[in-house]
Structure formats: C-alpha cells, structure tokens
C-alpha cells in the first residue's frame, strides 16, 4: 500500500503547490563565485553599458542562475553578465534562482542558456562546445565505464546533439572543438576574422612549434595562409618535412586571390574608434564611417554641379 507522508497529511494542496514554485532569492554578490570553466567573456562594451543602465532602472528583470558548492558558496550557471552590472553599481546582492545541478549538469546548462546570444566569438563556442562534449561524455560513463566501443559512439553521437541543440552540423561542432587545439595567437586571428574555420581546423592538428612557425611569418609579412596552404604545411608537418623555412616557402606563394590590402595607422585611428570595441566591431565602425563620407563628398559633388 501507498501510505500517504506525514507532510501530506497536515499540509493543504495551496502549500504543495506553492513548495513546487521556483523560489528567487536575493544573495549577496559577496557569496557568489563565477564558473571556472565559463568560456564566455564578459565585455565591458557598448551591451554591457546597456545592461548597467537597465539594472540601475529597473533591477535585474531575469534571475540569475546558481548552484550551490559544497563550501557553502555559490556558483554563476548563467548570469555573469548580469553579476558583473551588479558589481559595477555597487549593489550588495543579486537576484537569483538556486539549481540542485551537479557540475556537469551545470556546465550544459551553462553552455545551453549562451548558444542563442546574438555575438559568440569563434573561440566562445570552441570551448563551450567542448565543455559540453566533455560533461556528456563523462555522464554517459557512469552507465558503462569499461566499454570503449560504447565510448566512442558516444562521441560522435554528442557532438551531432550538440550540434542540433544549437542549430549546427556535428561535423561543424567538431570542427569548432578543434580550435581549442590552436596557440592563443592563431586563435585570436580566427576571432578576428583574419584565419577563416577551414584553415584553422588544418593547423590545429600541428604541435606548438609549428603553429608558432606561422605566427612569426604572419608577423613578418601580415600575410595569412589560404585552406590550400594550410593543408599543405599540415601535409608537411606530418611527413616530418617541416620547419620555418618550409612554412616560408608555402605561404610566400601568392594566393589565386590574393589581393592588395590597405594598411592604416593604428595611432591615427585609435582616438576614432570607441575604446570598448573589439578588432572585428572596429573594422565594421571605420567601414560605416568611410560609406557615410562617400555619401558626403556624393552630396558635395552634387550640390556643386547644381550651382554650375
């Protein structure tokens, strides 16, 4: 038989309701750590800027999301933008929502309740998605821990659910997975936009060495390797025919593309550009710029040959 509890029995369906509700609670910032692992910046940007003056009007409209550690102590899942608004107007708490996660199952959630922002660096989501891929792989072991086969499949299987949960192939998160192989230098030039996905996955499967070997001839020559070229250093690197003078060889030879690039002052434009904009925001500012001065020198032009 079924008995019913001692708290069924002396508490009315309103409190069993209300014990289901999520409750929200307001914990001083003091308490609260951010995630080790969370792979997203938080950007002191124009977004962040907004954001200050939204809590400064109206609080924090979303709670934040926190686990509890076994210190005591509370652990950002999602909302460290929202804690750091907090921080910069100097509020003593934050509003928040308190989760029974395990640290897997905070990490997916962390990565879940990010891949919709509206900017991801490519770096954002190379180790977002391998976090994920990681805290999967490891839940799924606890159901078999010795059989690799099993293991395996699972990869593959994971990282096509990641991909589907964000709106990617399988084949693109792995891809993505692989930038955390590069050096922080060729990293940076895929977030800026200056290495595109397909070369950066080629060079990432080259050790360190190598991969600084092209950081210094792009530092020499502010010349970036094509998909074609980086197939072959990769090719090269592991036939153990590599070396800086085989990296120079190949990316000295001119692109079928190749074309000839402006090259601007970074003093000159530096005063120009909003300080809080990040290499990508800045090119798109000094394009619109530029655009903005056609139209102007247009309009003078015309206005001219209407006076003649």
Do not use: W
Not at 30 to 38: A, F, L, T, V
Not at 63 to 73: C, H, I, N, S, T
């Amino acid at each position: 038989m079924n008995l019913p509890s001692v708290d069924d029995l002396f508490s009315t369906e309103e409190s069993r309701q209300e014990a289901k509700l999520t409750k929200i609670y307001d914990i001083p910032i003091s308490e609260i750590d951010d995630c080790p692992d969370n792979p997203y910046k938080v950007r002191d940007d124009e977004d962040m800027l907004a954001l200050i003056d939204s809590v400064r009007e109206n609080g924090v409209l979303v709670p934040a999301l926190v686990r509890k550690k076994d210190d005591g102590r509370y652990e950002i899942v999602s909302g460290h933008r929202r804690k750091r608004a907090c921080e910069k107007l100097e509020l003593p708490t934050l509003r928040c929502e308190i989760a029974e996660l395990t640290r897997d199952e905070a990490i997916i959630k962390m990565v879940d309740s990010n891949c919709q922002r509206s900017y991801i660096l490519p770096s954002e989501k190379a180790f977002a998605y391998k976090l994920k891929l990681e805290a999967i792989k490891r839940q799924g072991a606890r159901t078999d821990l010795t059989s690799t086969p099993v293991a395996g499949k699972l990869n593959g299987e994971s990282a096509d659910k990641i991909g589907k949960e964000s709106g990617e192939s399988g084949d693109q998160v792995r891809r993505y997975i692989r930038l955390t192989n590069l050096v922080p230098e060729l990293l940076q030039f895929v977030d800026e936009g200056k290495i595109a996905m397909r070369p950066a996955v080629e060079l990432s499967y080259l050790d360190e060495e190598t991969q600084r070997d092209v950081v210094d001839r792009i530092d020499d020559t502010e010349v970036f390797p094509s998909h074609d070229q980086a197939i072959r250093i990769r090719k090269a690197f592991e036939e153990g025919q590599v070396n800086y003078d085989r990296v120079r060889t190949i990316m000295a030879e001119e692109k079928p593309n190749q074309k000839p690039k402006f090259k601007f002052s970074f003093e000159r434009l530096q005063p120009l550009i909003p300080s809080e904009y990040n290499p990508m925001q800045a090119e798109e500012y000094v394009i619109k710029a530029l655009e903005h001065y056609k139209d102007y020198l247009q309009k003078q032009r015309n206005q001219h040959e209407h006076v003649r």
